[in-house]
């Protein structure tokens, strides 16, 4: 294969823009798959990707693709998510291309997540190809698009591509402007091999399942490779390119992508974004690998089953060498036992890992509360951080207390500026600008604590706009506030899986909140189970279960008055002694309903 026909490439844009479906044309047109084997979305692998119609894991594949010069050209390349919890994933995606597809929708114009993968694109300094999609809709307003290309984005309109990814409409077109505008890589075939490790998985049969870029030398079947952080040194069993599935070939060559499968079976050997070498013939320095990434949601998975906990443990760090993004260290709860204490870069990726791990190893886990990480300084002048309720000190002992701040830029139809701002302000949001885009576009900058975002501003935001308004964030700095740990009580007992830390002022609306959702899910027993909201010994809320009542009188036929009456009381006193020795079943959907913990 020469140098000069490869051209690696990724698909950037905003979520639901089409970027899995036009990954499915180019590979039609590839004919990678037969007809008889064609599914939609063939590079969304996981069935949760399927089901909530989200990319969340990068994929990439090789597709051959003959020009109009007479010449094959073989492009890699890269699927990426939308969402902007998986903004990680896009980050990798571009380091390991020299261009990309910038993506956009031609009803709903730039949006947020659009502008902020194009900055990405821009760090790397990737061939940047604006593509229009979605043509073929009857609300499709393509000249609206090229004006806001030209006027938000600062590219050429001239320069963007037409296409429909549903009808295939335009890919042709757009397949040769890969090949005329997006460089070749550039790298020595006869250098020392220096390969970047940008993703892996684990098979249960080969063991770990390396992901590489070769940036300079070529890389061979059964050649030794050492890895650069530990020194770890490998043969390679097998190289290959990722088609749909995996083609095995006998050499790689600098600006190639592919896999290795060296019998890798210690995971923690291999890292995302180190750096792969001959263990002869080695390079002279490391790739600089990626940004370590920063958790901003923190919650703590815990086995339902206390003998599944080595199962969790095995299962976790299978996870973590495939979503690199994931953080986690040993926890343990007095109510819940052992577990793991994990970080996650948004709500919607503690939900991905959550239904991962029941999916792909069923297992039965509990999550605590999600939260972020505060600063608190203590009387005895000394700072600390925390993220979990467990690790709240004495309220008597904290001065200051200090939280994390987003800067949130949201894009919005003028029609609903008063919504969206009516929403930021009642999540404590302070607005920074407010500039019109266009006619009727609009974009506020909100700073806001990103204990708000967590939960509910998402859903929030998409219902008081119609689905119109979109939302980027970037983590900003700290702010201080009024922080508390809310207990919640059932059946007068604390459960520490509950406990969450609040912003002072809206504690007793989110205690109602949780009390109600556990009123809701929580069966009722033979004795009355109140559920109650704390704050240091205070009580802020309760709600009550009532007792199962079972009907003792149904056998007595007529007779006295007293022979009933003698049965409730008999009733009444076993209901009692049940209440100060019976412990209440809390099912898991009530943990998950906590969770959620948004107002119906």
């Not at 919650?299 to 973590?320: G, N």
């Not at 909100?446 to 119609?466: G, Q, T």
């Not at 809701?520 to 109140?530: G, L, S, T, Y």
């Not at 007529?558 to 009692?576: F, S, Y």
């Amino acid at each position: 294969m020469e140098h000069d026909t490869i051209r690696n490439f990724c698909i950037i844009a905003h979520i639901d823009h089409g970027k899995s479906t036009l990954a499915d044309r180019f590979i039609q047109r590839a004919r990678l798959v037969a007809e008889r084997d064609w599914r939609d979305q063939v590079l969304d692998t996981m069935d949760i990707e399927r089901e909530r119609g989200i990319t969340i894991k990068s994929q990439a594949v090789s597709l051959p693709f003959d020009s109009s010069d007479g010449r094959r050209y073989h492009l890699n390349l890269v699927d990426t998510p939308g969402h902007v919890d998986f903004s990680y994933e896009v980050s990798r995606a571009i380091s390991s291309s020299e261009g990309a597809l910038l993506l956009i929708d031609a009803s709903q114009g730039v949006e947020a997540q659009t502008l902020s993968n194009m900055y990405l694109a821009l760090d790397h300094e990737l061939e940047i190809i604006p593509v229009i999609n979605k043509i073929d809709l009857p609300s499709a307003d393509i000249t609206n698009v090229l004006e806001q290309i030209e006027h938000d984005l600062g590219l050429p309109a001239d320069s963007a591509v037409q296409v429909s990814a549903k009808t295939g409409q335009g890919v042709d077109e757009l397949l040769e402007a890969i090949v005329q505008r997006i460089p070749p890589p550039s790298g020595d075939r006869s250098a020392p091999l220096k390969g970047l490790i940008f993703d892996s998985n684990y098979d249960p049969y080969r063991g770990v399942i390396v992901h590489v870029r070769v940036i300079e030398g070529t890389l061979r079947a059964r050649q030794r490779l050492r890895v650069w952080s530990n020194g770890a040194v490998y043969d390679a069993e097998e190289i290959g390119r990722f088609r749909v599935g995996h083609e095995i070939v006998g050499e790689l060559y600098a600006g190639d992508v592919g896999y290795i499968i060296a019998g890798i079976k210690n995971i923690a050997e291999i890292r995302v974004g180190d750096t792969i070498t001959d263990d002869r013939r080695p390079t002279d320095a490391p790739m600089p690998g990626f940004r370590q990434v920063k958790p901003v949601v923190f919650s703590s998975i815990y086995p339902v089953d206390a003998d599944e906990y080595d199962e969790l443990a095995r299962a976790m760090e299978k996870l973590t060498l495939n979503d690199a993004s994931l953080v986690y260290e040993k926890d343990n709860s007095a109510a819940l036992g052992f577990g793991f204490k994990c970080g996650f870069l948004g709500l919607l990726h503690l939900e991905v890992v959550q239904e991962r791990l029941e999916r792909e190893w069923q297992l039965n886990i509990v999550l605590t509360a999600p939260s972020v990480r505060y600063r608190l300084r203590l009387r005895d002048g000394s700072e600390v951080e925390i993220d979990t309720p467990h690790d709240f000190p004495d309220p008597a002992q904290v001065l200051e207390a200090w939280e994390p701040y987003i800067r949130a830029s949201i894009m919005t139809p003028d029609d609903y500026l008063g919504n969206v701002i009516s929403l930021c302000v009642e999540k404590r949001g302070v607005q920074k600008s407010m500039h019109y885009l266009d006619k009727k576009r609009i974009e506020v900058v909100y700073e806001m604590p990103l204990a708000e975002v967590l939960y509910d501003f998402y859903d929030k935001l998409k219902s008081c706009s119609r689905g119109y308004a979109s939302f980027d964030y970037e983590i900003g700095d700290y702010h201080p506030t009024r922080l508390a740990k809310l207990d919640i009580l059932v059946n007068g007992k604390p459960v520490d899986a509950l406990a969450q830390l609040v912003f002072r002022d809206n504690a007793e609306s989110r205690a109602r909140i949780i009390c109600r959702k556990l009123r809701d899910e929580i069966p009722r027993h033979q004795f009355k189970i109140p559920l109650q909201g704390s704050i240091s010994g205070t009580i802020i809320a309760r709600e009550t279960i009532p007792a199962l009542r079972k009907d003792v009188t149904a056998k007595c036929y007529g007779g006295d008055i007293t022979r009933k009456r003698k049965l409730l009381e008999k009733q009444k006193e076993g209901k009692k002694r049940m209440k100060m020795v019976g412990d209440v079943e809390l099912p898991q959907s009530a943990f998950l309903s906590a969770l959620k913990g948004k107002e119906e």
